[in-house]
């Protein structure tokens, strides 16, 4: 049954999304799908292998005659620069247009960098990655840059990210440009997070929340099958929701009673620097409560708890089927969901968590970089793009 209310608006852009959908399919199957003539799907295809986007290759000889040949989609036509920007660390990677990892770099950096100390660094690295993955600047399709925060995906800028101290409003975009020209696409580190993850499986689901606990606090929604990023940019921010285990205590943000004061990773580590810990990030929380340090145990559940408590209000608001946990206190799951799990389920609705899981990130840290490689190849490689770049033939 073809995909298409009629054949005439089966685009370039459309049929090579079909491809890349596919990855694989013959010409007669994008006749069926499409509703297309055969006249009318090779002047199509011949578009998009003219620019080496999508390749035809004979399949097996059967014994029952030449099979069709495979329209399939060429993922090493290019690549994408992804760079998820926390606040402890920035991961680096060169992705094909598959999204596939073909390199990957971290670059640990200290609390409190401005954007023109790290970004010229995290630009270089990125350019020795490309050299070292064996393509050129030539063949960049785009770039992804995840932060912390609230972006302004238009501006090409954070807005609003206490996590990374003096960005806001810093222009982002010209750092990249010595490197290459292609489009650079912003967005927020859970959004790209809970999209990975919800692409990778994440249960099958088509509604779920990812919460990233990290240096700070934030959350990706997945609703329908959608990524929700509200009006502004700033849906799923509950790090800074009000909470009154953090009575009076100022928050990085400026503001006091914040979640982030007592369940952020930068309060975990200030809590255990108090008590003589040399400890520099939530990374280091994690490696201690494993070592068996009983007061890193205890913070980490207790952030858990905290958490727990305030997303119980968004689990009753949006009824998610799962709520995955990511970021870098994954790595001492047991011990924070087991705190998150005690306030969730004492304080949601017997209803809306009857048939909710509570489950860790298929990813690992690895979401962060396969995420943002998505929101720019979902850019770049979508309809619109690729009907700009070619000249359609009807």
């Not at 660390?89 to 100390?117: F, H, K, M, S």
């Not at 020795?128 to 995906?153: E, H, I, K, N």
Request: charged fraction near 20%; glycine fraction near 12%.
């Amino acid at each position: 049954m073809p995909l298409f209310r009629t054949a005439s608006a089966v685009s370039v852009g459309d049929l090579y999304a079909l491809i890349r959908d596919k990855r694989e399919v013959t010409r007669a199957e994008v006749g069926k799908l499409t509703g297309l003539s055969r006249t009318a799907v090779s002047a199509r295809v011949r578009e998009l292998t003219a620019r080496n986007l999508v390749f035809e290759r004979e399949q097996a000889v059967s014994t029952g005659g030449r099979p069709p040949a495979l329209l399939s989609f060429n993922a090493d036509a290019g690549v994408v620069l992804a760079a998820a920007i926390g606040g402890s660390r920035a991961r680096l990677g060169v992705c094909n247009l598959a999204g596939d990892v073909l390199v990957t770099a971290d670059i640990d950096q200290e609390p409190g960098l401005r954007a023109e100390d790290l970004m010229p660094d995290v630009v270089k690295r990125l350019d020795l990655m490309l050299a070292d993955s064996g393509y050129s600047p030539a063949q960049v399709f785009g770039v992804g840059l995840s932060l912390p925060g609230t972006v302004d995906r238009q501006r090409g800028c954070s807005v609003d990210t206490p996590v990374l101290s003096g960005w806001d409003g810093a222009p982002l975009v010209p750092y990249f440009r010595e490197l290459t020209d292609a489009p650079v696409v912003l967005d927020n580190d859970a959004n790209v997070i809970a999209l990975a993850e919800w692409r990778a499986g994440a249960g099958g689901f088509h509604d779920i929340v990812v919460i990233k606990a990290s240096t700070g606090l934030g959350a990706g929604i997945i609703a329908g099958g959608v990524l929700q990023r509200g009006a502004i940019g700033a849906a799923g921010e509950f790090g800074h929701d009000k909470t009154a285990a953090a009575a009076g205590r100022v928050c990085r943000c400026g503001d006091t009673g914040c979640l982030e004061a007592v369940a952020g990773g930068w309060a975990l580590v200030r809590s255990l620097r108090e008590e003589g810990r040399q400890v520099g990030n939530l990374r280091d929380v994690v490696e201690l409560a494993h070592g068996g340090d009983v007061l890193a145990r205890r913070l980490i559940r207790d952030s858990g708890r905290h958490v727990g408590e305030v997303l119980a209000a968004a689990v009753n608001l949006l009824n998610p089927a799962a709520l995955v946990v990511a970021g870098d206190v994954a790595g001492a799951y047991d011990f924070f969901v087991a705190g998150l799990r005690e306030t969730l389920y004492g304080n949601a609705t017997t209803l809306a968590t009857r048939m909710l899981e509570v489950v860790p990130a298929a990813l690992g840290d690895r979401a962060g970089v396969l995420g943002t490689a998505m929101v720019v190849l979902d850019q770049v490689l979508g309809p619109e793009t690729i009907d700009a770049l070619v000249t359609p033939s009807r």
